[in-house]
């Protein structure tokens, strides 16, 4: 690449050595002593001329490779173009350009803003409330109109931010500009660290997020020195290449002291840094959002009773509270179909699917806004577990049986087992099993309680026996008469005895027996030869 020395001997000889016909036909600035004017930086040199009408130009050339391409800045230079932005001045890149030492480089040309950068602009004007106000109100009506065309800047800086005499905003220096023809392109181009995401640097591929992190911190510095401007001189702003925060601060930002500055000037501000970290909590650019629209996502709810429901049976509630005027619409899971609803509403249903719900936010100048709840549902865990036996003596088996359907794991008494299964148990004294079982809502238990009987212990045994009265005393008073009677033959048969009946005993379960028997006896043998001896006398 050619130096800058060497670039500059080219420009004094702009009738040979300057090849863009436009800038050749111009008038190049120089100060009082005649030299050129050259503003340089970190890849190029630029010097300001100006043409017939009166308009002025920049006239680039790189000092450093910076990997352009000619693809590259034909494309940015008709992005810009086509959109006809104000605050995105004319650019032309011009392939051969220039002519230094006999080669001839690219050069690109830019319409020249007469201003001071944004920096400068906020020191001179810190006593003025309402400028620094409206200024933050500029800058951010530039950042929606990129986002809606879906541009970037890729450097945002106070340098490349310019303010003219009628206090309009201007963004210059499109090396890393970005359009949606550039997209999977490498990003080269890293910009100040104090002004970028700390992934950027390990950013590969441009997109049009590059400047989100930037206009945060752009944004939050104006209104923050607005409402308190001794915090330029805390900071020392003016002799500094950065606003407020410097990179140290995104390693630990809750600790850094211009955060705790900030935070003490009231809500709006700790919403703001509320982005903040957020966004610091990304590895990754890509992951963010335009920082207005987090403030907006903070102000919606989106909320759900559960995250986590029963199949077909537990009731959700979704609750959703949007305040402010917006078009709102909710989607169910893949359905086509979206519902319209109001700004404030409940909505109650069962789901028999896993299903996610996103309210879509459309505001009043365009921006989108979505919100998602996924609700994941899971069939509950039905235990099943029994015992054939509830009340038993010491020892004796006992077979408990167990079935858990749905269930993640299953313990049996703090040991982890198969959800179904068999065991035999021999308690010995009232045993408790607890089977546990783990499902997408917790732990649940059931439990069986095994009981112990006593066993009967018979120390004696008192038994009542008849009292059997065996005598038999017989007198019979006989007159004496010669005549023959009859006397009825009288027998007596057999006599029983039996043990009452003890009703005790047998409800106990007892069957008591008498060894040996009592014998059965007769007394007709005996009374048969009483009364034959009597006839016979």
């Not at 480089?105 to 309402?130: L, V």
């Not at 640097?201 to 911190?217: A, G, M, P, R, T």
């Amino acid at each position: 690449m050619p130096t800058i020395p060497s670039i500059r001997t080219s420009v004094e000889n702009q009738s040979v050595l300057v090849l863009d016909k436009h800038a050749q036909n111009g008038v190049f600035r120089r100060d009082a002593r005649g030299r050129l004017i050259a503003y340089t930086g970190g890849f190029s040199v630029v010097f300001p001329y100006e043409v017939a009408n009166g308009e002025k130009w920049a006239f680039r050339c790189w000092h450093v490779d910076a990997n352009n391409s000619k693809r590259r800045y034909e494309i940015i230079s008709d992005a810009i173009q086509q959109t006809q932005l104000d605050f995105l001045c004319g650019f032309e890149y011009i392939e051969n350009g220039i002519n230094v030492d006999g080669r001839i480089y690219p050069t690109t040309r830019m319409r020249w803003i007469d201003g001071i950068t944004i920096k400068d602009y906020i020191c001179q004007n810190r006593e003025s409330k309402q400028l620094l106000k409206e200024l933050a109100d500029k800058f951010l009506a530039i950042t929606r109109c990129m986002h809606s065309l879906s541009l970037a800047h890729g450097d945002l800086q106070h340098g490349n931010i310019l303010v003219d005499k009628d206090h309009r905003l201007y963004l210059v220096d499109y090396d890393s500009f970005y359009c949606p023809e550039l997209q999977g392109e490498a990003d080269n181009v890293t910009g100040l660290p104090d002004y970028q995401h700390p992934a950027r640097i390990s950013n590969k591929s441009v997109s049009k997020k590059l400047d989100y992190f930037s206009e945060l911190i752009i944004y939050l510095s104006i209104l923050a020195i607005a409402k308190n401007p001794s915090l330029i001189d805390k900071y020392k702003v003016a002799d500094a290449d950065r606003l407020l925060f410097a990179k140290e601060d995104f390693a630990d930002i809750k600790n850094a002291p211009i955060y705790k500055d900030i935070y003490s000037l009231g809500n709006h501000f700790q919403d703001i840094l509320a982005v903040l970290e957020e966004y610091l909590g990304y590895r990754s650019i890509d992951d963010l959002i335009p920082f207005e629209s987090c403030l907006l996502h903070q102000k919606v709810s989106f909320t759900a009773s559960t995250t986590k429901a029963v199949r077909n049976t537990q009731s959700i509630e979704l609750v959703w509270d949007v305040p402010f005027d917006a078009e709102i619409t909710l989607r169910k899971g893949r359905e086509t179909e979206v519902q319209q609803c109001e700004k404030h509403r409940k909505f109650t249903t069962t789901l028999s699917e896993s299903t996610t719900f996103e309210l879509s936010i459309k505001t009043s100048d365009g921006q989108v806004i979505k919100r998602g709840i996924a609700i994941a549902v899971f069939d509950e865990c039905e235990i099943e577990f029994t015992a054939d036996k509830y009340y038993v003596f010491p020892t004796i088996p006992v077979k408990i049986s167990w079935k858990v359907k749905n269930a993640k794991k299953v313990w049996l008494d703090d040991e982890e087992i198969q959800p179904s299964g068999t065991r035999i148990i021999e308690p010995k004294k009232a045993t408790i099993c607890v089977l546990t079982a783990e499902d997408e809502f917790g732990k649940k238990e059931k439990r069986i309680e095994i009981g112990i009987l006593p066993i009967p212990q018979v120390k004696s045994l008192l038994v009542p026996t008849p009292n059997i009265v065996n005598n038999l005393s017989l007198s019979i008073k006989q007159p004496r008469y010669n005549a023959n009677v009859s006397f009825p033959n009288i027998t007596i048969g057999m006599v029983r005895t039996e043990i009452p009946k003890v009703p005790s005993l047998k409800e106990m379960g007892l069957n008591v027996e008498l060894s040996p028997p009592l014998s059965r006896f007769s007394i007709k043998r005996s009374i048969q030869k009483i009364f034959n001896h009597i006839i016979k006398k």
